[in-house]
């Protein structure tokens, strides 16, 4: 089991208005605090290596998304998860429907002791395959 490798002090991300990119063990990352909540992604977007780390959130009534500032694609914050609006054109009347593309985007566990940050890379918890921005992150060549 991995460990949990410290990244930063609470304090430190609030002080950088919820956001903090960084380079842990050779890899790029950064942690939102979004909600109250804690969440840790690869910086470069799956799509084509768009920083990732600077989109916008957009929060829908189900999802909480990070959307690239390329090309707009959202991304769960959850679980980095690609989801796009889908219209029926069989029934141009219904509203566009969310639906998902899968997992596009490595997330990290983030948890907190006191005020320390720490991750634990997803990569070594449990064998998850790859998803599409590892290509962009280092993982795969
Ligand atoms: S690079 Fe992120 S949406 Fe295209």
């Not at 998304?65 to 029934?91: A, F, M, R």
Request: glycine content about 8%.
């Amino acid at each position: 089991m991995a460990e949990p490798i410290f990244a930063c002090t609470m304090k430190d991300l609030q002080q950088n208005g919820g956001r903090k990119r960084m380079t842990i063990d050779g890899k790029d990352i950064f942690i939102l605090l979004h909600k109250g909540q804690l969440y840790a992604f690869d910086s470069f977007c799956y799509h084509a290596g768009g920083p990732l780390y600077q989109g916008d959130i957009e929060d829908t009534s189900e999802y909480s998304c990070i959307v690239c500032p390329w090309h707009k694609y959202k991304l769960t914050v959850q679980s980095g998860e690609g989801l796009y609006y889908s219209v029926n054109p069989q029934d141009l009347k219904s509203p566009p429907q969310l639906c998902s593309k899968g997992a596009k985007q490595r997330t990290h566990v983030v948890t907190r002791q006191e005020d320390r940050l720490y991750i634990t890379f997803s990569y070594t918890v449990k064998p998850l395959g790859t998803v599409e921005s590892d290509h962009y992150n280092g993982l795969l060549m």
